[in-house]
């Protein structure tokens, strides 16, 4: 839990701190909870919370009898107050929330990336859908905090662009940031997709905060997201979280692999290719036809659910892989908790989940030999979406200790 503190130069931290504590109690909290749980003093913690009624963003809500002398007013997030707009662009598909400022989903659209060369043509069409969401929640542009979008890496935060997306085709330095700005107005925040997505499950867990997990992500990519004392890694660039590069050992890797890479083995792309050498699937789609790709892949997991022995192999080796990477990854951070997510995993989870669990859990390659909690996102497939748009609600609302520090 954030502590604060009595200075008075920091009020604006004190400030976050207080209502970070408050949005995340549905049922609000008296102010003289708020200074026991973050040690400020009474005085600190009225000011701060008189700021946060001004601004619209706390209520009070009615009074609570405790005991013996005046009863407490409790504070609770006004959630309507201000809201958030996430986009995931994923080369498959493009992923639209609108939130509020608790994290609840206002409005939501989903549509398969268009199939052009140009990025200016799919940007043009954010923007609109964007403009479209907006209009049809029917709320005011003046209570929007900003847009946060995820996007596959490498991408360079600093400048807000899309560096060189491998399943993207001609994204090669996109300013995808600054032009989003530009056609809405709006302040806009450049993320890698599995750092928002491990940002969704920080920031919409509620009082029961889980600050230590890696998030393991699998949509037309894979990804590990890791989050340390209730923060994300992000690492020097922005660009953490490449789990596709993990290299798995030799046993059982399937013929004319392109490599022995977690990323080559695992997602739903080589899956579909695998099934095709086997002639477990009929049609190869085209290499760069990730709609047809997709769309194979669901066809994989249904023979696989329907009991075909060649899908089944293909889904039980790729569970392998996927327990031998984490494996690694378990070894080399011992995490105690995996949250598995993205657009992909709803298809793996349903037959292979607890045998990736089994897996982990059994192998003779653990170093560490603590049980390690295995659970899906609380947020469901749209998680990168819903992250992209809570990275706006957090650089608004959250305290941050650099915050703190003396600039010139």
Request: net charge negative; glycine share 10%; charged share 20%.
């Given at each position: 839990m954030r502590r604060g503190t009595n200075l008075p130069a920091i009020g604006g931290f004190n400030q976050s701190v207080v209502l970070d504590l408050i949005r995340r109690a549905p049922t609000g909290l008296s102010r003289v909870e708020i200074a026991e749980r973050t040690g400020l003093a009474p005085q600190t913690v009225s000011n701060a919370s008189r700021r946060l009624i001004e601004d619209g963003l706390v209520v009070e809500a009615g009074k609570q009898i405790t005991g013996p002398g005046k009863p407490r007013v409790i504070l609770q997030l006004d959630p309507l107050s201000r809201y958030a707009i996430g986009v995931h662009l994923d080369p498959t598909i493009i992923t639209y929330v609108l939130l509020d400022l608790r994290g609840n989903i206002i409005a939501h659209e989903r549509a398969r990336t268009p199939k052009v060369t140009t990025p200016t043509s799919v940007l043009e069409v954010i923007t609109a859908t964007i403009d479209a969401l907006i209009d049809s929640a029917g709320i005011s542009r003046e209570k929007l905090l900003g847009i946060g979008i995820a996007a596959p890496g490498p991408i360079d935060t600093v400048r807000g662009v899309i560096v060189d997306p491998p399943l993207l085709e001609a994204w090669r330095d996109v300013p995808l940031r600054d032009y989003i700005s530009e056609a809405t107005g709006l302040p806009v925040i450049l993320e890698k997709d599995v750092i928002s997505a491990a940002v969704a499950e920080l920031w919409t867990a509620g009082d029961?905060?889980?600050?230590?997990?890696?998030?393991?992500?699998?949509?037309?990519?894979?990804?590990?997201?890791?989050?340390?004392?209730?923060?994300?890694?992000?690492?020097?660039?922005?660009?953490?979280?490449?789990?596709?590069?993990?290299?798995?050992?030799?046993?059982?890797?399937?013929?004319?692999?392109?490599?022995?890479?977690?990323?080559?083995?695992?997602?739903?792309?080589?899956?579909?290719?695998?099934?095709?050498?086997?002639?477990?699937?009929?049609?190869?789609?085209?290499?760069?036809?990730?709609?047809?790709?997709?769309?194979?892949?669901?066809?994989?997991?249904?023979?696989?659910?329907?009991?075909?022995?060649g899908a089944i192999a293909i889904m039980e080796r790729a569970a392998g892989f996927i327990a031998s990477g984490l494996v690694s990854i378990v070894n080399l951070l011992d995490v105690g908790e995996i949250v598995f997510g993205g657009p992909a995993w709803s298809r793996f989870a349903r037959r292979y989940r607890d045998r990736i669990a089994d897996l982990l859990s059994d192998s003779p390659d653990r170093r560490t030999h603590h049980r390690i909690s295995i659970r899906d996102s609380s947020v469901g497939e749209d998680v990168a979406a819903v992250g992209a748009a809570c990275l706006v609600l957090d650089a608004a609302m959250s305290p941050r200790p650099a915050t703190l520090l003396i600039s010139n």
């Amino acid at each position: 839990m954030r502590r604060g503190t009595n200075l008075p130069a920091i009020g604006g931290f004190n400030q976050s701190v207080v209502l970070d504590l408050i949005r995340r109690a549905p049922t609000g909290l008296s102010r003289v909870e708020i200074a026991e749980r973050t040690g400020l003093a009474p005085q600190t913690v009225s000011n701060a919370s008189r700021r946060l009624i001004e601004d619209g963003l706390v209520v009070e809500a009615g009074k609570q009898i405790t005991g013996p002398g005046k009863p407490r007013v409790i504070l609770q997030l006004d959630p309507l107050s201000r809201y958030a707009i996430g986009v995931h662009l994923d080369p498959t598909i493009i992923t639209y929330v609108l939130l509020d400022l608790r994290g609840n989903i206002i409005a939501h659209e989903r549509a398969r990336t268009p199939k052009v060369t140009t990025p200016t043509s799919v940007l043009e069409v954010i923007t609109a859908t964007i403009d479209a969401l907006i209009d049809s929640a029917g709320i005011s542009r003046e209570k929007l905090l900003g847009i946060g979008i995820a996007a596959p890496g490498p991408i360079d935060t600093v400048r807000g662009v899309i560096v060189d997306p491998p399943l993207l085709e001609a994204w090669r330095d996109v300013p995808l940031r600054d032009y989003i700005s530009e056609a809405t107005g709006l302040p806009v925040i450049l993320e890698k997709d599995v750092i928002s997505a491990a940002v969704a499950e920080l920031w919409t867990a509620g009082d029961e905060i889980r600050e230590d997990f890696a998030f393991f992500y699998i949509g037309t990519g894979i990804g590990v997201g890791l989050a340390l004392d209730g923060d994300v890694l992000r690492g020097f660039t922005g660009n953490a979280g490449e789990g596709g590069t993990l290299v798995i050992p030799s046993a059982g890797l399937p013929e004319h692999r392109r490599s022995d890479m977690l990323g080559h083995l695992a997602t739903p792309q080589f899956l579909v290719e695998q099934a095709v050498d086997a002639g477990v699937l009929k049609t190869a789609p085209e290499e760069h036809d990730l709609s047809a790709i997709d769309d194979g892949f669901s066809e994989l997991v249904a023979l696989a659910e329907a009991g075909d022995a060649g899908a089944i192999a293909i889904m039980e080796r790729a569970a392998g892989f996927i327990a031998s990477g984490l494996v690694s990854i378990v070894n080399l951070l011992d995490v105690g908790e995996i949250v598995f997510g993205g657009p992909a995993w709803s298809r793996f989870a349903r037959r292979y989940r607890d045998r990736i669990a089994d897996l982990l859990s059994d192998s003779p390659d653990r170093r560490t030999h603590h049980r390690i909690s295995i659970r899906d996102s609380s947020v469901g497939e749209d998680v990168a979406a819903v992250g992209a748009a809570c990275l706006v609600l957090d650089a608004a609302m959250s305290p941050r200790p650099a915050t703190l520090l003396i600039s010139n």
